[in-house]
Each structure stands twice: as structure tokens, then as C-alpha cells.
């Protein structure tokens, strides 16, 4: 990629930020979908990521790379502050979610009813 001039590798970050993200979103939300019917419990995690973190970060993005916010800017800080507050309560989620998996009461159910 060096020898894409500054305004080419810029448009093709926007290209992917604007097929990627709408791309990864469709696709999370049918895997959550999915989740909830067979009551997976890292439904709630995927779904936090969807609308917690990818918001987030896709903001975040868009602010530094295309309207090229100096990092110590007030919002851009803020921005950042709000994802690593959401990273820590999508880790907390999934940290509390993996118990279910942990728990051999909840493993035996999932096999009984798989099998009925």
C-alpha cells in the first residue's frame, strides 16, 4: 500500500469503514439472532458489541482518520473514554456469561433437550 497517494488510501479506508460496518452489523445481528433461539448466553454479549462497541469505534474512526481530530481533542478523548468503558462492561458480560457454560447443570440440559 505505499504506493497509494494520501487521498486513495484515505478513500479506501472510507470504503471499508462504509461496507465493512453496515457488513459486520447485519452479521452480528443474525448470529445474536441465532443465539437466542437455541438460548445461548453470549447472545446478550454479541449484541452489547453490536450496539455498544461498534458505535463506539466506528465514531472514533470516522472523527480521527477522515476529519483528522488531533488525539487530545475533547470529543475524541470522550469518545475513547465511552469504548473502554463499554470494552470493560462487554468483558464483564462475558466474563459472567461464561459461568453458564462453566456450569455442568446447564451443559446437561442443553445435551438433554439436543437430544430430545
Known amino acids: 500500500m505505499s504506493n497509494l497517494s494520501?487521498?486513495?488510501?484515505?478513500?479506501?479506508?472510507g470504503l471499508?469503514?462504509?461496507?465493512?460496518?453496515?457488513?459486520?452489523?447485519?452479521?452480528?445481528?443474525?448470529?445474536i439472532e441465532r443465539c437466542r433461539r437455541h438460548k445461548n448466553p453470549l447472545a446478550?454479549?454479541?449484541?452489547?458489541?453490536r450496539n455498544l462497541l461498534l458505535p463506539l469505534l466506528a465514531l472514533w474512526l470516522v472523527m480521527r482518520q477522515f476529519f483528522q481530530m488531533p488525539e487530545d481533542a475533547i470529543a475524541l478523548r470522550m469518545i475513547g473514554s465511552l469504548f473502554w468503558i463499554a470494552c470493560i462492561y462487554t468483558t464483564l458480560l462475558l466474563l459472567n456469561r461464561s459461568q453458564d457454560f462453566c456450569d455442568l447443570n446447564y451443559l446437561a440440559t442443553k445435551i438433554v433437550n439436543h437430544s430430545l
Open 44 to 49: 446478550s454479549v454479541l449484541n452489547a458489541t
Open 6 to 13: 494520501s487521498d486513495q488510501f484515505t478513500l479506501l479506508q
Open 16 to 31: 471499508v469503514l462504509i461496507l465493512g460496518l453496515p457488513l459486520l452489523v447485519v452479521g452480528l445481528g443474525e448470529l
